[in-house]
C-alpha cells in the first residue's frame, strides 16, 4: 500500500522561510518523477516545481522561480519543497506527488495515475 505523507507548513510572516517535506513508503521514488502542486481557496490546483528521477534536472512555475527549491533523496524516498522569500500570495496547501509530468514550466498531473499525498497547509500573513 502506497503512502504519501507531506509535512512542514504552517503559519509564517510574510519574508520567512519553509521546508516542507514528503516521505513515501510503499514505491520505489526513485522510479517516478515527482514534483509539488499547491491549491488555494476557489483555486485550481497549481504545478510549483518538478524534479527528474535523479535530482539533478529540476523546474519550477514562473511565479516560484528563485524562491522555491525542490530536492529528493531516492535513499530514503523523500522529497523536499525549500521556499524562501514567502508571500502571502503563497498561501495555499501544497502536495507532493509521485508520478507526474515534468515541464520547463512546472509539474502537470496526469489525469489518470499518480501517488498525492493529503497535503500540508502553508499559510502567509502580510
Known amino acids: 500500500q502506497v503512502q504519501v505523507v507531506e509535512s512542514g507548513g504552517g503559519l509564517v510572516q510574510a519574508g520567512g522561510s519553509l521546508r516542507l517535506s514528503c516521505t513515501f513508503s510503499?514505491?520505489?521514488?526513485?522510479?517516478?518523477?515527482m514534483g509539488w502542486f499547491r491549491q488555494a481557496p476557489g483555486k485550481e490546483r497549481e504545478g510549483v516545481a518538478c524534479?527528474?528521477?535523479?535530482?539533478?534536472?529540476?523546474y519550477y512555475a514562473d511565479s516560484t522561480k528563485g524562491r522555491f527549491t525542490i530536492s529528493r533523496d531516492n535513499a530514503k524516498n523523500t522529497l523536499d519543497l525549500q521556499i524562501y522569500n514567502l508571500k502571502p500570495e503563497d498561501t495555499a496547501m501544497y502536495y507532493c506527488?509521485?508520478?507526474?509530468?515534468?515541464?520547463?514550466?512546472?509539474?502537470?498531473?496526469?489525469?489518470?495515475?499518480?501517488?498525492w499525498g493529503q497535503g500540508t497547509q502553508v499559510t502567509v500573513s502580510s
Open positions: 506527488a509521485a508520478d507526474v509530468l515534468c515541464y520547463s514550466g512546472g509539474p502537470r498531473y496526469r489525469a489518470d495515475s499518480g501517488y
Open positions: 524534479i527528474n528521477l535523479n535530482g539533478r534536472s529540476t
Open positions: 510503499g514505491l520505489t521514488s526513485g522510479a517516478y518523477i
